[in-house]
């Protein structure tokens, strides 16, 4: 693991904002050099802190105006049961993530759909055919905002 | 405005891999390289496309805990959902926070450097929230899939 000063944490939350803007706009933001600044971030993406980049876009432009949360309880639990659920749910192309937690509830899925009717085929037809499928639980995003995090 | 069969291929390629560059992305889709960079842009300026923005790891910084926190809110605060979500954008530990129709009002998505410490943010800084009726918590265990793409 690595330390990161100041002004990493600040390049990390500028990025996380825009991950668009050259190493030399953030580099005269935070008076670092273009090559300084590009050498942070290359180091905070060899530590694997910045994991990655992902695309925003507009879902709803795209025809997809639900997502939805579902918690998801297996019926039974079992080594075998749950490399199935996993590999059966992550194929399902209206599953954008797919997370095992302890709690209420086995797995937190998110599905994105066109509309409610969209939504209940989806369930329907993918979701409660999974293999060891339990209880499940719908909640409906409304709004979701990503925050900074402790990078301040 | 109206988006076709290459501008969906675009997307499709794009969102499955965010980091591609131009000619790379415009040989997967079958475009030119022009054609790709134009109709990018064209999505970019009709927002479809709102901007990329890095993914952090926070275990790679050290944040080894991540916490589903699942509220409802006492309703009969006329303000309940404001002076709640104003006061957790004030926690930095907070780095999502989503609001629902459902049986869970709201969800905040909690990351702490280890179990002692987010006893401390939860006791601290979590049931000090206004206007809290229920708390349930899922704890993150894995994350198997987490993708933005659409299946378009």
Known sequence: MIDLDATDRALLHALSQDAGQSAGALGRRFGLSQPAAWRRIRRMEEAGIIAGRRIVVDREALGFGVTVFLGVKLATRGRISVDDFERAVAAIPEVQVVQHVLGLFDYRLRVVARDIADFERVLRRRIMTLPGVGQVEANVLLSEERRPGPLG | ?152
């Open chain 2, 1 to 152: 405005m109206q988006i076709d069969d290459t501008d969906r291929r675009l997307l499709r390629h794009l969102m499955a891999d965010p980091g591609l560059a131009t000619a790379e992305l415009a040989a997967r889709a079958g475009v030119t390289p022009a054609t790709c960079w134009r109709r990018l842009e064209r999505l970019r300026a009709a927002g479809v496309i709102r901007g990329t923005a890095a993914v952090i790891d926070w275990r790679a910084l050290g944040w080894e805990v991540e916490v589903s926190l699942r509220f409802t809110l006492d309703k009969t605060a006329p303000r309940a959902f404001d002076d709640f979500i104003a006061a957790a954008r004030e926690v930095p530990e907070v780095i999502g926070i989503e609001t629902f129709l459902g049986r869970v009002d709201l969800r905040l998505n909690v990351i702490a450097r280890d179990m002692r410490h987010y006893k401390e943010v939860y006791r601290s800084r979590i049931l000090t929230l206004p206007h809290i009726a229920d708390i349930e918590a899922l704890m993150l265990v894995s994350t198997i899939r987490d993708t933005e793409a659409l299946p378009i």
